[in-house]
């Protein structure tokens, strides 16, 4: 798992300031304010296409605003080369190499700008990761032929490997059997409780009252209420949020 004491302080607390993404002329995030701060569990909720997975990545920098920009602890802009390095995104269905297991965690091992790990280092480091998803035990099988819930866990593991400050999920349950959503919701869970700071889309409503600390809830690109998860589900602010829990089962 990850251990925080050799981890920088350099990403969190992040903050989204003003941030619009503009796509086909189409707006899909509007106006973004919105802060991560370190050792939380933040799920961000909403209908399809309110702009979740957008949001993800803008925090990811995988996607660039098309205005507004993202600050850091010291409120210095962050390129988005710098807010990746010192976090990892799970996506809903992950992409294997054409190797094992192991050496699939290695390569992500193998492209961490903040640690100094030597060769022998880097082995211990995915020996730990697979361990801490329950996988070294088919390290050495080619992951292309894993279960999805198995692939799952080794793109947590390649996660892991990473020491992040934040780990950024993107509906990492939602193509999953209910055994393995369950095993990935404890990696979460584990994750969690070593200070990672989790960020995560769902339409599992189960699983976000479970997870969540605070929720983010998104209607059209804007977000309509920022709570803390108990008193969303009790009581939403918006009438959004509450339209959205109306429609949907716990």
């Known amino acids: 798992m990850v251990d925080l004491a050799k981890m920088t302080a350099n990403l969190l607390p992040v903050a989204l300031r003003g941030v619009s993404v503009v796509a086909n002329q189409k707006p899909i995030l509007r106006d973004i304010d919105l802060e991560i701060i370190r050792g939380t569990r933040t799920v961000i909720l909403g209908p399809n296409g309110a702009g ?8 990811h920098g995988l996607v660039t605003p098309s205005s507004g920009t993202a600050l850091n602890v010291t409120s210095q802009p962050l390129t988005d080369v710098q807010l990746r390095a010192y ?8 992409v294997m190499l054409r190797t094992s297991a192991f050496n699939n965690v290695l390569y992500a091992a193998q492209h961490v700008s903040h640690t100094n790990r030597n060769d022998d280092g880097e082995q211990q480091a995915v020996w730990e990761a697979l361990r801490a998803v329950g996988l070294e035990g088919i390290a050495n099988r080619p992951a292309r032929v894993l279960s999805g819930g198995e692939q799952q866990r080794i793109a ?3 996660a892991l490997v990473r020491q992040p400050e934040v780990l950024y999920l993107d509906e990492p349950t939602a193509s999953l059997d209910p055994r393995s959503a369950r095993q990935i919701e404890d ?3 584990r ?6 700071t989790i960020v995560m889309t769902t339409h599992n409503l189960a699983l976000a009252k479970r997870i969540a600390e605070s929720i983010v809830f998104l209607h059209e690109g804007r977000i309509t209420e920022t709570t803390l998860a108990s008193q969303f589900f009790l009581q939403p602010e ?3 949020g509450r339209n959205f829990l109306e429609g949907e089962a716990i």
């Open 52 to 59: 979740k997975s957008t949001l993800l990545r803008v925090l």
């Open 187 to 189: 990696c979460i869970q």
């Open 156 to 158: 947590f593991a390649r």
């Open 238 to 240: 918006s009438t959004e």
């Open 87 to 94: 976090d990892a995104m799970l996506f809903q269905r992950p």
């Open 191 to 196: 994750a969690a409780s070593s200070g990672v």
